[in-house]
C-alpha cells in the first residue's frame, strides 16, 4: 500500500512563493513517475507537473512553466512543488500522484495514469 501525504499549503499574496512537499510511504517502485495536479472550484482536476523517480525527467503545465519547480529527494522519499511568482489563478487544492509504471518514452500527464494520490493541500493565493 502506498500512501502520499502532502504538506505546506496556505494562504500568500500574489507574487509570493511556496513550496508544496509530499511524503510517500509504503512500496515505491523504481520505474515510477510522481506528480502534481491541481484542482480549483468548479473546474476539472489539472496536470501542473511531474519528474520521474528514476531518470530526473520533468514536465510541466503550460500555465505554470517558468513560476514552478518539480524536485525530489530519494533519501526521504520526498517531492516538492517550489511555486514562485503566483497568481489568484494558482488557487486550488493541489495533489500529488504516483503513477507506478512508466509505459511511454516520458512521463504522463493524464491523470488516468496515477495509481495513487493524496489527499490534497490547499493553495490560497489572495490579490
Known amino acids: 500500500q502506498v500512501q502520499l501525504v502532502e504538506s505546506g499549503g496556505g494562504v500568500v499574496q500574489a507574487g509570493g512563493s511556496l513550496r508544496l512537499s509530499c511524503a510517500i510511504s509504503g512500496r515505491t517502485f523504481s520505474s515510477s513517475d510522481m506528480g502534481w495536479f491541481r484542482q480549483a472550484p468548479g473546474k476539472e482536476r489539472e496536470f501542473v507537473a511531474v519528474?520521474?523517480?528514476?531518470?530526473?525527467?520533468?514536465y510541466y503545465g503550460d500555465s505554470v512553466k517558468g513560476r514552478f519547480i518539480i524536485s525530489r529527494d530519494k533519501a526521504k522519499n520526498t517531492v516538492f512543488l517550489q511555486m514562485m511568482s503566483l497568481t489568484p489563478e494558482d488557487t486550488a487544492v493541489y495533489y500529488c500522484?504516483?503513477?507506478?509504471?512508466?509505459?511511454?518514452?516520458?512521463?504522463?500527464?493524464?491523470?488516468?495514469?496515477?495509481?495513487?494520490w493524496g489527499q490534497g493541500t490547499q493553495v490560497t493565493v489572495s490579490s
Open positions: 500522484a504516483v503513477d507506478r509504471l512508466r509505459l511511454a518514452s516520458r512521463p504522463s500527464r493524464s491523470i488516468d495514469d496515477y495509481d495513487y
Open positions: 519528474i520521474g523517480w528514476s531518470d530526473d525527467m520533468t
